[in-house]
């Protein structure tokens, strides 16, 4: 009675979660407990904990992902949990109702980005990746690339003039659509500046570089897939990665975390510091990164969730969000200022965004992810209390001076924040000092590798 009871119980998860139990034959897997948490199921068996993935995409596809995830551990990047191969030497399942694949479940919680010392792991952690995802000769299954951001941004100008004709044909109107009305120009400005300066960057010849050189993105670096313990940060669900730039994920990581931090100099420029000392980034590089920044990505999804009804708010919410955005829209152009006055950037800084005030502070930056960090507890261990969000302190120069990035063996001293890991060793993210130098344009691209 008990076994049929689980059996039941088993089957009713599965069938919850889209799955056929059925697939757990295909790796002899004795299940001694199971929990849907976020889009797997946590097996407890007697082997330890793994975590069964459904997906529904092209087996092409997912023989992309798997080997990419090979190629990285190959390439010494351990922080990543490789397929686990069937009883018959297979890396994962087709099955009528979905390809699945098992990998072993990473403990520890959802990177709380919140926390500067976790985003300096994080850029940290993605340089890695990026170094190690070099070279990476798989595709043969199918070319999985998605790298030219250009094309998107090209969009949204006709989505704007979508929303407007919808505008004029509503009888009532709401207080986003009065927001919309009233800042609709400084969207149009942020985009059409955003476009022009990218136009006038080596955009194509680092394309063309990353196709050569098969460069792999995790293409969705966001703290849902970034799991901490003890100060070691694992990367999971790798389904979006692709052949790209890097510059891609880092200019997605600093667009998504850096309103946590109303666009600080200081934060910003230390994430830069920190992933610059793993993997070093060009000239030509860092001028795509400061274009990619000048482009209004997060107030466009707020305009875009409301006019497209994405999201279940009412009109005042939107509104207060937008305005939210706008407001650190200002910041992000200021630190694009400085971006580009620090490195010395052949490029026309932003100054588009309004100037807005009587704002309560901007706590609701999850409300556009999907998650909060607390959610990937699932109560089988003890729980840990999540600490608050601490100020962090960080050494730099009063005048941010510009420099050439061909070579930055002399820039670095011993100033640095550090943090204990687990092992006894720091980790030490330096602040650079750098050598004052006069503004030199970009000279032909080359890669600094």
Known sequence: MGKKKEEKELQELFDAFGADPEVLREWD???????????????????GYRAL????????????????????????????????????????????????YLTDWVPGKEADLKKAKNVFLAAETLAKLHNAGAGFAGGR??????????????????KLSSYDASLEERREQTAMDESYRSHRLELTQMIEHATEQLANTPYPQILEWAREHKTLCHGSFSRQNLIVEKERMTVIDFDHCHYGHPVHDLGALLTRYMPRYQWDTTIGFSILDVYRGVREVSAEEMTVLAAYLSFPQRTLEVVEAYFERTRDWDGGRFANRFRKQLALDEGREMFVQDLIARYGLN???????????????????????????????????AQHV?????????????????VSLVSHEDEYDDHANEEESSSGTKLRYTVPRVKQRKPQKPGPWRPNR
């Open 141 to 158: 299954f199918g070319q999985e690339t998605r790298e030219d951001f250009s094309a998107s941004w090209g969009t949204y100008l006709a």
């Open 347 to 381: 490029l026309s800084a932003p100054s588009f965004a309004p100037h807005l005030e009587g704002l309560e502070s901007y706590d609701e930056l999850d409300g556009m992810e999907s998650s909060s960090v607390e959610t990937r507890e699932d109560g089988w261990e």
């Open 386 to 402: 999540v600490e608050k969000s601490e100020q962090v302190s960080v050494e730099v120069e009063e005048e941010a001076p510009e």
């Open 29 to 47: 897997l004795a299940v001694e407990k199971i929990k849907q948490v976020r889009g797997v199921l946590r097996l407890k068996t007697q082997a």
């Open 53 to 100: 993935k459904k997906v529904n995409l092209s087996e092409a596809r997912v023989r992309f992902v798997q080997e990419a995830i090979d190629h990285l551990a190959g390439r010494g990047f351990p922080n990543v949990p490789r397929f686990i191969r069937t009883k018959y030497g297979d890396p994962y399942v087709v099955h009528p109702s979905g390809i699945y």
